[in-house]
């Protein structure tokens, strides 16, 4: 089902052009600029393949291309990501029956074919980290590349609807989806930057003092960016629990159900339970709401709510219980989620019998945590740490964002989970570094960076930034600057 | 409660029962457990399930996250579609 009305958003403006899809032969509508697996959902259909060795159904679970959850075959070809391939008029979309071989008929595409892209800075990630730093580092004299898996720039910011804490004039009270929009379009205006949608980085590489990103664009072309130094701004990625059941097709990231509602209209759920009282899962319970969703309960095995207490009041005065020190045993259902059985935890973290409650939902939202988006880095050769208070594995890096590898630098979620003003601050710290590295850009720019980095340090300054703090502490390698 | 149906690796199908049963046999080394397994070989290079098999080990053991090495992360670190690179990088070993 999709949404017509919704208080903040008009997706009645911002559909395309009605066009026919065929899944597993059955035609189906959808519209131009949705992806595979939205309009999928929006037609009902939860599962996208079924697994090899187990035959069990999958379906989506990120929505954003980083779990491979939502594998289908497109005009024949498989291991497609449905969720960040635009539909086109006319295709058709089977389930994929675990791995599949490509048809004899179907030539992929040979290195020597690779187009070749050249700039200063390559920058992988269009998010608030990456389109700030791409916009920085034009500003600071280099000509820069910027790549997006995403078929939309904005990364996360896309799909938040409600307006932004925090202290820094600029963008406090306004809306996420307001903050990607003012980020994209000053992006887009730069002459010195080109933009690359739809591209997936799959690998980082070195050649003398070049940098190479090996990525493939809409699924078929091979492309190789070449540039001085590289900034990977690439996000985050939504955690996964241990239950019975948890492939279930149903059970999704609470990112996916805000990418599903807030940014192609599709109704994600009609009950839904929530699993995590973090703000994450505090605001997706609201905006829930706001689409026409009934959220049963919030689950926390916590004894207390995560998220800021204003949050938690709004959500409880809209008669959202929330269970703390509750988990969540199994999901039941056949094809897909049918139910949800929760249980209360003891002392040790133990389900207590007999406190077993059902809920009748068609959708789990895991709002468990983010993790750092590392994948390249590592590749790359970057040393990595395990960092609790940046909520996993991160890299090593210096002041400036500069990882161990010179010339390679990290901004944003990828570099620690924090939030969206930290990551453009991040991101213009990186982008100016890398700009300098590159040689493009004067040491006057030096300052811009001093100045940002002191902003940096004044909006952590607060409780939940001094944690944050620590974990950077433990990460940085040469002077720390505070 | 059905252990088998609690799903660690989405990609190669493997639950928190077969992780365990191999720890329990004495094998706790997380590249060992991949290749008996294939854990983290799937099209997501593993960024689902490593987390909750490194959770696994630290748990079982009583070893820190921190002292579990990470397995190495391969080309492409993205599923590609059209078998592209297959020959040239094939991650499987
Ligand atoms: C429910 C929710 C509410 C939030 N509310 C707030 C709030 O009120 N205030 C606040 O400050 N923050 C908030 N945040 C956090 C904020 O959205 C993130 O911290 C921020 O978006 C991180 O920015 P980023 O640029 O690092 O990553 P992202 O925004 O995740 O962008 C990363 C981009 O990289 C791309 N990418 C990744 N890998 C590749 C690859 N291999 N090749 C090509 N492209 C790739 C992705 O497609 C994506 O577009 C919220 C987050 C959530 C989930
Ligand atoms: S990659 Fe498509 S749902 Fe995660
Ligand atoms: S979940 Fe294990 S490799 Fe993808």
Known sequence: ?482 | MSEKDIIICRCNDVTQKEIEDLIDQGITDIEEIKRLTRIGMGPCQGRTCIPLVMRIIARKTGKKIEEIPVPATRVPTRPVPMGVLAGAMNNEE
């Open chain 1, 1 to 482: 089902m999709r949404l017509n009305e919704h208080p903040i958003l008009n997706f009645q403006k911002r559909r395309g052009k009605k066009i026919k899809i065929y899944f597993e032969g059955q035609p189906l509508d959808a519209y131009e600029g949705e992806t595979i697996a939205m309009a999928l959902h929006a037609a009902g259909i939860r599962v996208l393949s079924y697994s090899g060795e187990k035959h069990r159904p999958r379906g989506l679970f990120c929505a954003i291309g980083k779990c491979s959850s939502c594998l289908v075959k497109v005009n024949g070809i498989p291991n497609v990501r449905s969720c960040i391939t635009l539909v086109e008029d006319g295709m058709r979309i089977e389930r994929q029956q675990g791995k599949e071989e490509i048809p004899k008929t179907v030539k992929p595409p040979q290195w020597k074919d690779a187009i070749k892209v050249e700039g200063d800075v390559v920058i992988i990630g269009g998010g608030p980290a990456g389109l700030m730093a791409a916009i920085n580092a034009a500003k600071a004299g280099a000509k820069v590349v910027l790549i997006d898996e995403n078929p939309m720039l904005g990364g996360q910011l896309v799909k938040q609807t409600h307006k932004f804490f925090g202290k820094r004039e600029q963008f406090a009270g306004v809306r996420g989806v307001k903050i990607a929009e003012i980020l994209i379009e000053q992006a887009e205006k730069n002459e010195n930057i080109e933009l690359y949608t739809e591209t997936s980085a799959i690998g980082i590489f070195q050649e003398n003092d070049r940098k190479l990103v090996v990525a493939i664009r809409k699924n078929k072309e091979l492309v190789e960016f070449w540039g001085k130094a590289i900034v990977v701004a690439t996000g985050a990625m939504e955690k996964m629990i241990p239950f019975e059941n948890n492939d279930l097709p149903g059970i999704y990231g609470a990112g996916a159900i805000q990418t599903l509602m807030n940014t192609y209209g599709v109704k994600p759920a009609d009950r839904v339970l929530i699993v995590g009282a973090g703000n994450v899962g505090l605001i997706l319970a609201y905006q829930l709401l706001q689409a026409g969703v009934e959220v049963k309960a919030i689950i926390e095995a916590m004894p207390k709510v995560g998220g800021y207490f204003v949050h938690a009041a709004k959500v409880r005065r809209l008669g959202i219980p929330i269970l703390t020190r509750h988990t969540i045993l199994r999901a039941e259902g056949k094809e897909k989620v049918e139910r949800a059985i929760v249980a209360q935890l003891d002392e040790n973290w133990k389900p207590i019998p007999g406190t077993e409650k059902v809920f009748d939902v068609d959708v789990i939202a895991l709002a468990v945590g983010l993790r750092p988006s590392i994948e390249l880095l590592h590749q790359a050769g970057c040393q990595i740490a395990y960092i609790r208070e940046l909520s996993g594995h991160v890299v090593r890096r210096d002041a400036r964002m500069e990882t161990t590898i010179k010339g390679i630098f990290v901004a944003g979620d990828a570099a620690g989970i924090e939030e969206a003003t930290t990551a453009m601050l991040e991101g213009k710290i990186a982008g100016i570094s890398a700009a300098l590295y590159s040689g493009k850009s004067n040491i006057s720019w030096l300052k811009e960076i001093e100045k940002t980095q002191k902003e940096l340090t004044e909006f952590r300054s607060g409780p939940f930034g001094k944690h944050v703090l620590e974990g950077i502490k433990k990460v940085m390698v040469g002077e720390i600057n505070e």
